[in-house]
């Protein structure tokens, strides 16, 4: 093309128009103006094309890009298979009837209340015998009371959600052996751009999942400690309110207690 450009030029400059003047013989007469123009023009093409050869030149060089980003790995991918730990449900022994629902529960989470209650002791409620608790002790005894009672819902609630995680496993395995199956799979079809973008997502997602459910764990855990705070706070507080009335009363108790042993003991009969 460089060459048929620098012919028209030449062709340009040498060229000449040939003119009858009114004497009837012909002159050669030379436009400065039309000369310039076809230069001006020839330039442009010139710089069209110096473009065109770089827009090939960087298309061809993003097809060889494209075409060395289609390849797959070397070899079997089958090789960077990993080796899925199955999940191990709780088991026990049924020897009175207690554990089964316990059993069922914390593998499936279903029925967790039942379940838990035939395996633990039964909380009984005082009833009318609460009116024989001296005054002072009945609010510390409701409190640790409600203790008892926060926990075996806090047990009840992680029971529930270590059942529900071992029931849907193998769901989740299901999915993930899909994802690798897929991710491993040398065809054409499943390495398009697209496609690996999907697995991708796919990967994100169940790791979400995955991580929500670690969470819930980890809340019902933190539940539990939280109840084990509580308990051992009321215990600490009992202690010093017990050691405030000792400071507070008891020299008077004491005293109480110890006068009129003598005659207590000698007035005594058999």
Known sequence: ?????LSFVTALALGATLAFGQFGFGITVF?????????????KLVQQYNQLVQTYQMITSQYNQMLW???TLPGNLARFRAIPTPWFLSGATNTYG??????????????????????AER???YGAALSNVPADQVDRLQKHYATIELTDGAN???????GTLRSNAPEVEAAIQSLENDSLNSDPSYNTEIAVLNKINAANVIALRNGQDTNKVLVALAELQLLDAKRKRDAEVKAINTHIQLVGQGKTILTDQSSNWTAAMLDYRL
């Open 1 to 5: 093309m460089k060459r048929i450009l």
């Open 31 to 43: 436009d400065p103006s039309v000369y310039a123009e076809a230069v001006t023009e020839v330039t």
């Open 69 to 71: 980003m289609a390849k």
């Open 98 to 119: 207690t554990t089964g629902g316990w059993i069922a529960a914390i593998n499936t989470g279903s029925n967790a209340p039942a379940g838990y209650q035939h395996a």
């Open 123 to 125: 909380l009984l409620p």
């Open 156 to 162: 009840q609630g992680g029971m529930e959600t270590i």
